[in-house]
């Protein structure tokens, strides 16, 4: 490029088949047009890197097969703009997904990382009604509190839609080895930095859903791994010397228990509305009503899964005279 450009992205790939061609061309395509893509190829076999056509603004770098981090901090460290934006291999943004994003970070100075709401398509039409709710749920997240709120539920941003500020990336130290996704790992670091997010309103990606997605068969993005996340930074964040109070004597209250637990944190009691529960123990733990009292200074953990039940139990402790974010917080 004869310029230098406004925002590098960074799209690792192992044997992207036909599709990379595709999202590549989503992004060189863009109504900004002054970007650079870097397709980080890591390690692939198919041939589908070297296929891609010549264009001044494309740059093919090696990460060797050494995984999904390296080749990510490979980009970062090739990448020549002080915004840096993802981008998968399968999807495809829409033409002015980095217009609209990068607008928001220059209209918005306190946002460090911009998200974008997301159509997940599937190799076989629509996907059903489990990732539709999902879907709902992850492009209602678009102000800096509603992601905030929503940060140890799941993962609010889309990885491949994330574009960020240099500078926020460069302090929270990139991307790191976890025992869990290592896009999760990193919002939840930019999150207890104090680092804000958010997304502009309407679809800018088609996620693409399909039977290989690393979220399908790496184990880091199991359910156990998304707990173990939440546990290790709840107690380096919100919950740190606190006592913990959890809302579920459920499967998942428990397994959130033993979570905290090994990272130090300090289960008092649960919390349910079952009365066949209310009055005996989990995990050696009581369990009473929602109108006990609670522990002083104590943090209550939302961890019950039916839909409806985090606002049920946000609007309940509400009116306690608890507040959200500080005495209490959905964990999943």
Not at 310 to 325: M, N, Q, S
């Amino acid at each position: 490029m004869t310029t230098a450009p406004a925002v590098s992205v960074v799209l690792p790939v192992r044997d992207g088949g036909h599709c990379l061609a595709t999202a590549a061309a989503s992004i060189l395509d863009q109504t900004r047009p002054d970007l650079e893509l870097l397709v980080v190829d890591d390690g692939s076999r198919d041939g589908a890197v070297a296929a891609l056509p010549p264009e001044p603004r494309l740059r093919r770098l090696a990460a060797r097969g050494r995984g999904i981090v390296a080749a990510l901090n490979t980009g970062l460290a090739a990448a020549q703009a002080p915004v840096i934006a993802r981008m998968d291999a399968d999807d495809v943004a829409r033409p002015d997904r980095l217009a609209r994003q990068l607008a928001l970070l220059q209209a918005e100075p306190d946002v460090d990382i911009v998200g974008a709401e997301v159509r997940i398509v599937t190799d076989h039409g629509s996907p059903g009604a489990g990732y539709r709710r999902y879907e709902a749920w992850i492009n209602d997240l678009r102000t800096p509190s509603a992601i905030a709120a929503a940060m140890f539920v799941e993962s609010p941003i889309p990885h491949p839609t994330a574009v960020m500020r240099r500078t926020a990336l460069e302090r929270l130290g990139g991307y790191r080895e976890a025992p869990w996704a290592e896009d999760y790992d990193l919002w939840l670091r930019a999150h207890l930095a104090g680092c804000r997010m958010a997304k502009p309103a309407g679809v800018l990606l088609d996620w693409h859903d399909g039977p290989h997605r690393l979220s399908r068969r790496d184990p880091r993005c199991s359910d156990a791994a998304f707990t173990a996340a939440r546990a290790h930074y709840l107690i380096r964040g919100p919950a740190a010397r606190r006592p913990l109070v959890i809302w579920g004597a459920g499967t998942y209250g428990g397994r959130l228990c033993d979570a905290l637990v090994r990272e130090g944190g300090d289960v008092r009691a649960f919390i349910d509305i079952d009365p066949r529960r209310i009055g005996g123990h989990k995990r050696n733990r009581p369990v009473q009503g929602p109108g006990d009292p609670l522990p002083p200074r104590a943090l209550v953990l939302a961890a019950v899964r039916s839909a409806g039940a985090r606002e049920r139990i946000a609007a309940h402790l509400t009116g306690r005279g608890l507040r959200e974010g500080t005495d209490f917080i959905a964990a999943g």
